[in-house]
C-alpha cells in the first residue's frame, strides 16, 4: 500500500512515539503501533485508515474502540 502524505514534521513526530517509519512500515505491510502484518482489514474505511496511521485492523480495533456497555 502507499501511504498518505503528511508535513514532514508530522511524520518526525509519529517516527518518534512509535519508533517506526510510518511510510517505510506502510510500504512493507507492517503495523506502526504492534509491528505485526498488516494485510487484512474489514471495509475500505480500515484500509484507508491504514495508509493515514499505519495501524493494523487489530490496532485500529483497539484504538477505536467505542464503549457499548
Same mark, same amino acid.
Given at each position: 500500500?502507499?501511504? !498518505?502524505?503528511?508535513?514532514? !514534521? $508530522?511524520?518526525?513526530?509519529?517516527?518518534? $512515539? +512509535?519508533?517506526? #517509519?510510518? *511510510?517505510?512500515?506502510?510500504?512493507?505491510? *507492517?503495523?506502526?503501533?504492534?509491528?505485526?502484518?498488516?494485510?487484512?482489514?474489514? #471495509?475500505?474505511?480500515?484500509?484507508?485508515?491504514?495508509? $493515514?496511521?499505519? +495501524?493494523?485492523?487489530?490496532?485500529?480495533? #483497539?484504538? +477505536?474502540?467505542?464503549?457499548?456497555?
Amino acid at each position: 500500500m502507499k501511504a !498518505s502524505e503528511k508535513h514532514p !514534521s $508530522i511524520e518526525f513526530a509519529l517516527q518518534n $512515539i +512509535f519508533g517506526k #517509519d510510518r *511510510v517505510q512500515c506502510i510500504k512493507e505491510n *507492517v503495523c506502526t503501533a504492534c509491528g505485526g502484518h498488516a494485510l487484512t482489514f474489514k #471495509d475500505d474505511l480500515s484500509r484507508k485508515e491504514y495508509t $493515514i496511521s499505519g +495501524f493494523c485492523q487489530n490496532c485500529q480495533d #483497539d484504538f +477505536f474502540e467505542t464503549s457499548e456497555k
